[in-house]
């Protein structure tokens, strides 16, 4: 019975090795045209998953259906733009690492920069602030009194 188990065991690990080898298996043009444009391709388009791979570098599911979906548009001779759009089309713009810039997307594109704008503003006025709750008017006697401080230790 334990010799059974041992066998079932090793044949599901095997399974498992042969389902990941598959998964993981790049596609591979014999054109080196084609391979360099399909390998093109994967680096604009974003993993949806990982979000911040691109589908060439991402180890996700999705990703390796995405990237026998941009094979298949290869492999029909479409152009980069219509195996993009085709993307685009399922998924919107977000499968694009560089969306086009259009209502839909000003927030992409624009959003860093009022950030950072909205941050520097804040920043400007607090130390602003800051600096103004540390300033301290002094008298006329009190400022003599300062001069004559720093000028005595000067001498010493």
């Given at each position: 019975m334990s010799r059974v188990r041992a066998i079932l065991a090793s044949l599901?690990?095997?399974?498992?090795?042969?389902?990941?080898?598959?998964?993981?298996?790049?596609?591979?043009?014999?054109?080196?045209?084609?391979?360099?444009?399909?390998q093109g391709l994967l680096k604009e388009l974003r993993c949806l998953v990982c979000q911040n791979q691109s589908l060439a570098d991402s180890p996700a599911g999705l990703a390796s259906d995405l990237r026998a979906k941009v094979y298949e548009q290869v492999a029909q001779g479409r152009s980069d733009e219509e195996a993009i759009s085709y993307l685009v089309a399922r998924y919107g713009d977000f499968v694009r690492y560089r969306p086009p810039l259009k209502p839909a997307t000003y927030a992409l594109w624009l959003g860093p920069v009022i950030l950072l704008i909205i941050g520097l503003t804040t920043l400007g006025v607090l130390v602003r602030r800051r600096s103004r709750a540390f300033a301290i008017e002094l008298t006329d006697g009190e400022r003599i009194q300062a001069h004559d401080l720093l000028h005595s230790t000067r001498e010493e």
């Open positions: 599901l690990l095997i399974s498992f090795a042969l389902v990941a080898h598959a998964q993981s298996a790049p596609l591979q043009f014999s054109d080196p045209v084609k391979q360099a444009r399909y």
